[in-house]
């Protein structure tokens, strides 16, 4: 696993705010500005009191229009809308607190595949589960919302930081958060084997819960074998540059090759089983000297 693009590493003193608290990075933060913004213009749209407006109404994803009709792109444009004020407003608040712990350990050209991955994962599930006949929803059924990639972020930072404790309001407990996600995963399967068990849309969101668990699959699987996203075909069309270069890499000593990579491979295993924040100082000189060197390839 590299470390090229994650600059988490750099600077690291220089990236908090006066707060305390680091500035949110840049893909996060275009991620919360475009939601919120197509949200607002969709609301103005909309008449009578209905659900969708304008943009809704043309880029929602449904199974019909996205496979029968061609229009491939709703895999992505789902992503970005929203029935109501409270569906954005969770949204956007775990974009806040999860989009960066993710970004920071990817970097932002591989964020970015994730991300949008993670929420293509979440409208093929659903369209798997709908057709097999386990979900009550018809090939028309809208699917709206930037869940499903907010759950591959939640499984993202449940595997940076397993032990990281996370504060809820409702209910106000605090767990982990390998305990979170796990909760979140269990809710979102109880509610689509409910529906399966007592008939019919009984809950009411079972298909979005399956959109839920077709995004955790997913950032749990990218997350465990990263290198499937590096050299996979949607990072060499978000990263062009860095996944197809014409020239020779400039050669290095082999033993400095050769140690670098074991000593970096430990310590990103380490990350992932305890968290960023049990690096030592040595180690995290040690990820930010190899990313040095492979930003000089």
Not at 7 to 17: I, K, L, P
Not at 205 to 222: Q, R
Request: one cysteine or more; hydrophobic letters at 45%.
């Amino acid at each position: 696993m590299g470390t090229a693009d994650r600059d988490y590493f750099r600077d690291e003193e220089a990236r908090y705010t006066a707060g305390g608290r680091p500035p949110l990075p840049p893909v996060t933060k275009f991620l919360l500005i475009a939601n919120i913004a197509i949200f607002l213009i969709d609301l103005l749209t909309r008449k009578d009191g209905r659900t969708f407006g304008i943009i809704n109404q043309q880029f929602c994803f449904t199974i019909e229009s996205a496979f029968k009709e061609g229009r491939i792109w709703e895999l992505v444009t789902f992503q970005f809308l929203h029935y109501g004020l409270l569906h954005i407003a969770f949204n956007c608040v775990a974009l806040f607190f999860f989009g960066p712990w993710v970004e920071r350990w990817w970097g932002t050209g591989r964020f970015i595949a994730f991300y949008l991955l993670c929420g293509v994962a979440g409208a093929l599930f659903f369209t798997l589960l709908a057709l097999v006949g386990i979900l009550p929803d018809s090939t028309d059924s809208p699917l709206v919302g930037a869940s499903a990639g907010i759950y591959g972020l939640m499984i993202g930072t449940a595997v940076i930081s397993p032990n990281a404790m996370v504060s809820l309001l409702i209910p106000p407990v605090t767990l982990s958060m390998r305990t979170f996600a796990w909760c979140v995963i269990g809710l979102a399967v109880a509610v689509i084997v409910g529906d399966v068990v007592i008939g019919g849309s009984f809950f009411r969101n079972s298909g979005g819960e399956a959109g839920h668990l077709g995004g955790a699959i997913l950032g749990f699987i990218l997350m465990r074998f990263p290198f499937l996203l590096r050299k996979g075909s949607a990072s060499k069309v978000i990263r062009p540059k860095e996944f197809r270069r014409k020239s020779a890499p400039k050669l290095r000593p082999r033993s400095e090759v050769d140690v670098s990579s074991s000593e970096v491979d430990r310590i990103l295993d380490k990350i992932g089983r305890e968290g960023i924040q049990s690096l030592t100082e040595r180690e995290r000189e040690i990820l930010q000297k190899a990313s040095k060197s492979k930003d000089e390839l």
